[in-house]
């Protein structure tokens, strides 16, 4: 199981508590009566036997083996609070990551923590990039930036060492508000079509209600469209709320409003109320067409009237937008060697979340590269001429061309996959390899070189084509995953890509195994 997350259970049915990083939490105690125990991993600390100098309320003693202190798990030792009263702060005295520190109810004083081993425990990679737990140290997969106000965060894993999608669904689908209208001043971004929009309009009164600081609109131009628009306040492909408050005086020839965008796909919603000062809320718009919101006069439902000098009233204009994208900024290389894959530029950058949905392939998160522009740089690796070996888990939904899955030294180093081939170029001599048909089919592909200088390609396990010999001196020198800055990137999903500057064809199998048993490939 990966590391203990708040709210596990350990074997005599007791919960762990987190401690905020850095900081004192005021703990209440499990049992009225007994002890309590704090539980860390060795290599977060310089001394095990000093996590604390800070306790209120509560006497605090270390617990080695010999004292009586059960561990179970290599790189976990314990610490006992007696006397805790109605309850005590503890206060780290280095600096702990969240989630790595974990509080114990009185009870049997064995702990017993199953520990966590990732791929990259059991052997050394060069780097690794993947959207599971590759190592136990590993605290983040990827940094991702939200679409709705470009806001980034990392994104680490859950308990079963996946990566975290409730923690990635509840940042990206965050409410954001694009449009608060305030029209004390002015328009505020409204502008007029058939007619002549003010702002800073008070004393609009229905007889009932007066409200001050209104938009209205006056109608021009005879039997025509008029209409405000708004310019900016759309995430286009996901979902919004909107409300807003209107008015139309009795007795015109206009006797509605339609609020939509300015696509006929998404839809319009029509008031019709007169006289009144009204309340609107739009809720779970999905805008897939327009980019503007325009509010028209309607006469009878038509967008047409033949209504001069006709007004109707806004206040309170408020656009929420409740899902968002998904980008991908950063995919944090596991291997502890920080060779991490980034790109600033948005429009080339591949989603983890579209239009507020987990990417997924298989029943886990996928990284989707969109055939075009999407790419992640890292610094360039020099593999050289023998021994190394690459793994990557990848779905090509391209339908002609090929997929970049990697790329760098300027193209001479590639390896390009199309229906029935992958091609690798190493020093950029092209060495094909025959391959089942695999698009729009989740595949693990192994790409290796041994010590002898044998080059060979698997798929899902199985040995294509015919091992080749690179030539003396030629080096792979990959610095990309996809083609950075070309139009034939990865058009699909990819979970995982491992790179291993070292013969590992003798683990082949076991890797591979490790990667399948996680993701169900074949």
């Given at each position: 199981?990966?590391?203990?997350?708040?709210?596990?259970?350990?074997?005599?049915?007791?919960?762990?508590?987190?401690?905020?990083?850095?900081?004192?939490?005021?703990?209440?105690?499990?049992?009225?009566?007994?002890?309590?125990?704090?539980?860390?991993?060795?290599?977060?600390?310089?001394?095990?036997?000093?996590?604390?100098?800070?306790?209120?309320?509560?006497?605090?003693?270390?617990?080695?083996?010999?004292?009586?202190?059960?561990?179970?798990?290599?790189?976990?030792?314990?610490?006992?609070?007696?006397?805790?009263?109605?309850?005590?702060?503890?206060?780290?005295?280095?600096?702990?990551?969240?989630?790595?520190?974990?509080?114990?109810?009185?009870?049997?004083?064995?702990?017993?923590?199953?520990?966590?081993?990732?791929?990259?425990?059991?052997?050394?990679?060069?780097?690794?990039?993947?959207?599971?737990?590759?190592?136990?140290?590993?605290?983040?997969?990827?940094?991702?930036?939200?679409?709705?106000?470009?806001?980034?965060?990392?994104?680490?894993?859950?308990?079963?060492?996946?990566?975290?999608?409730?923690?990635?669904?509840?940042?990206?689908?965050?409410?954001?508000?694009?449009?608060?209208?305030?029209?004390?001043?002015?328009?505020?971004?409204?502008?007029?079509?058939?007619?002549?929009?003010?702002?800073?309009?008070?004393?609009?009164?229905?007889?009932?209600?007066?409200?001050?600081?209104?938009?209205?609109?006056?109608?021009?131009?005879?039997?025509?469209?008029?209409?405000?628009?708004?310019?900016?306040?759309?995430?286009?492909?996901?979902?919004?709320?909107?409300?807003?408050?209107?008015?139309?005086?009795?007795?015109?020839?206009?006797?509605?409003?339609?609020?939509?965008?300015?696509?006929?796909?998404?839809?319009?919603?029509?008031?019709?109320?007169?006289?009144?000062?009204?309340?609107?809320?739009?809720?779970?718009?999905?805008?897939?067409?327009?980019?503007?919101?325009?509010?028209?006069?309607?006469?009878?439902?038509?967008?047409?009237?033949?209504?001069?000098?006709?007004?109707?009233?806004?206040?309170?204009?408020?656009?929420?937008?409740?899902?968002?994208?998904?980008?991908?900024?950063?995919?944090?290389?596991?291997?502890?060697?920080?060779?991490?894959?980034?790109?600033?530029?948005?429009?080339?950058?591949?989603?983890?979340?579209?239009?507020?949905?987990?990417?997924?392939?298989?029943?886990?998160?996928?990284?989707?590269?969109?055939?075009?522009?999407?790419?992640?740089?890292?610094?360039?690796?020099?593999?050289?001429?023998?021994?190394?070996?690459?793994?990557?888990?990848?779905?090509?939904?391209?339908?002609?061309?090929?997929?970049y899955l990697m790329y760098g030294d300027s193209g001479n180093t590639r390896i390009r996959i199309y229906?029935?081939?992958?091609?690798?170029?190493?020093?950029?001599?092209?060495?094909?390899?025959?391959?089942?048909?695999?698009?729009?089919?989740?595949?693990?592909?192994?790409?290796?070189?041994?010590?002898?200088?044998?080059?060979?390609?698997?798929?899902?396990?199985?040995?294509?084509?015919?091992?080749?010999?690179?030539?003396?001196?030629?080096?792979?020198?990959?610095?990309?995953?996809?083609?950075?800055?070309?139009?034939?990137?990865?058009?699909?999903?990819?979970?995982?890509?491992?790179?291993?500057?070292?013969?590992?064809?003798?683990?082949?199998?076991?890797?591979?195994?490790?990667?399948?048993?996680?993701?169900?490939?074949?």
């Amino acid at each position: 199981m990966a590391l203990l997350q708040p709210g596990d259970l350990f074997p005599n049915g007791t919960a762990s508590i987190e401690f905020t990083s850095g900081s004192g939490t005021t703990i209440t105690p499990f049992s009225q009566s007994g002890n309590a125990y704090v539980v860390f991993e060795t290599d977060l600390i310089n001394n095990p036997n000093e996590p604390t100098k800070s306790l209120s309320g509560a006497t605090f003693t270390s617990l080695t083996a010999s004292t009586g202190a059960v561990i179970d798990g290599a790189g976990y030792h314990a610490a006992i609070v007696t006397s805790p009263g109605s309850s005590f702060t503890f206060t780290p005295s280095v600096n702990i990551p969240a989630g790595r520190v974990l509080l114990r109810a009185t009870g049997n004083i064995g702990l017993d923590v199953a520990s966590f081993t990732g791929l990259l425990d059991t052997f050394t990679a060069t780097a690794g990039y993947s959207v599971r737990q590759l190592r136990v140290d590993a605290t983040s997969s990827l940094r991702v930036r939200r679409s709705s106000d470009d806001t980034e965060q990392d994104i680490g894993f859950d308990a079963n060492g996946d990566l975290d999608s409730t923690a990635l669904l509840a940042f990206v689908n965050a409410d954001y508000n694009t449009h608060n209208s305030d029209f004390s001043s002015g328009t505020d971004g409204w502008f007029a079509n058939g007619g002549t929009a003010d702002g800073n309009i008070d004393g609009v009164s229905d007889g009932t209600t007066s409200k001050d600081d209104v938009l209205r609109l006056t109608l021009s131009g005879g039997s025509t469209n008029h209409s405000v628009r708004l310019n900016g306040a759309i995430g286009l492909g996901n979902v919004h709320d909107v409300s807003f408050e209107y008015y139309i005086p009795s007795g015109q020839t206009m006797d509605g409003i339609k609020f939509q965008t300015n696509s006929g796909l998404d839809g319009n919603y029509q008031q019709s109320v007169v006289g009144t000062w009204t309340s609107v809320t739009i809720s779970d718009w999905s805008i897939t067409g327009g980019d503007q919101f325009r509010v028209y006069a309607t006469d009878g439902g038509s967008i047409t009237v033949n209504g001069d000098d006709d007004v109707f009233y806004l206040k309170n204009i408020v656009v929420t937008q409740t899902t968002a994208d998904g980008a991908v900024t950063t995919w944090y290389d596991q291997s502890g060697n920080n060779n991490h894959a980034t790109n600033a530029t948005e429009s080339e950058q591949p989603l983890v979340v579209s239009a507020g949905a987990l990417v997924t392939e298989n029943g886990k998160a996928a990284v989707e590269f969109d055939g075009s522009s999407d790419a992640l740089e890292f610094t360039q690796l020099n593999l050289g001429d023998n021994s190394w070996f690459i793994n990557a888990v990848y779905k090509s939904t391209r339908t002609s061309l090929e997929d970049y899955l990697m790329y760098g030294d300027s193209g001479n180093t590639r390896i390009r996959i199309y229906s029935t081939t992958a091609r690798i170029y190493v020093s950029n001599t092209s060495y094909s390899y025959t391959i089942d048909s695999y698009r729009n089919t989740q595949q693990l592909f192994t790409f290796e070189a041994d010590a002898s200088k044998g080059m060979a390609v698997y798929q899902n396990g199985t040995e294509k084509g015919t091992e080749q010999t690179i030539a003396t001196n030629d080096s792979f020198n990959p610095s990309s995953l996809g083609q950075a800055g070309g139009s034939r990137t990865i058009d699909g999903l990819v979970q995982e890509i491992i790179i291993f500057n070292s013969d590992q064809s003798a683990n082949r199998t076991g890797i591979e195994t490790n990667i399948n048993t996680h993701f169900s490939i074949f």
